[in-house]
């Protein structure tokens, strides 16, 4: 069998922390109990839910990744919730791997959380990228909690410059939502979270497995990428 990483990107910009990352705190946190968890149940060692969008990357930053994002969107694939991924693209691109791996980034995150973190030991875990629907106003990814406990959400392209493309989070419990989709009801819209992404190169933490999200489909504009 072939090594995963013999199918490498061509051009593959060489990481570098010291002009990549420009990593900032977030101005706000939410936490499990504002969105109504008990958490004397819920067995989590942070009470953050989610925090409000905070920079990671640079300009350079982002012009690498939205490098390697194009080239790596000709392997993109789909299934029943997200209409058009790549998964494994660590494999093909040393940039995104060592992003995915960064001490610096982990080390925030952590501090962020307020609880140490570590990057997923499968490397098919890693830097999971989202791009727009062939379709125009599907949603790049539905309703949804992760099987992983914690990850971030960046911007890859400028959602400033396309209508649509919201990342949005549930104010509610993963139990709410089923409840919610158990009666054939839609998510009410004053339960919707929408934090306003200033631009590429931003991103939201959060607990996945506890914060419900979805990201919508565009309805006017040309590109939407996104790394989870």
């Known amino acids: ?75 993109a694939t789909s299934n029943p919730r997200v209409a058009r991924n790549v998964r494994g693209g660590v494999y093909r691109s040393g940039f995104l791997r060592d992003l995915a791996l960064s001490p610096e980034v982990t080390t925030h995150m952590s501090e962020l959380l307020q609880t140490p973190l570590a990057p997923h030991g499968m490397p098919h875990q890693l830097a999971h990228l989202n791009y727009q629907p062939l379709t125009p106003g599907e949603n790049v990814d539905k309703w949804h909690w992760d099987t992983l406990q914690v990850d971030y959400v960046m911007f890859v392209t400028d959602p400033n410059e396309v209508q649509g493309g919201d990342f949005q989070y549930f104010n509610g419990t993963r139990e709410q939502m089923a409840e919610l989709r158990a009666r054939g009801e839609s998510v009410p819209a004053d339960r919707i979270i929408a934090p306003k992404m200033p631009g590429p190169g931003f991103a939201v933490l959060m607990q996945g497995e506890h914060v419900v999200h979805q990201a919508r489909g565009i309805k006017q504009g040309k590109d939407r990428k996104s790394v989870v």
């Open 1 to 75: 069998m072939n090594s995963p990483y013999e199918d490498c990107i061509k051009d593959d910009p060489v990481f570098n922390p010291a002009v990549h990352l420009a990593l900032e705190r977030p101005s706000n946190f939410v936490t499990l109990t504002d969105l109504g968890y008990d958490e004397s149940r819920v067995a989590v060692p942070s009470s953050v839910a989610a925090t409000s969008c905070f920079r990671v990357l640079t300009d350079e930053g982002v012009q690498a990744l939205h490098h390697v994002c194009q080239q790596l969107e000709q392997f």
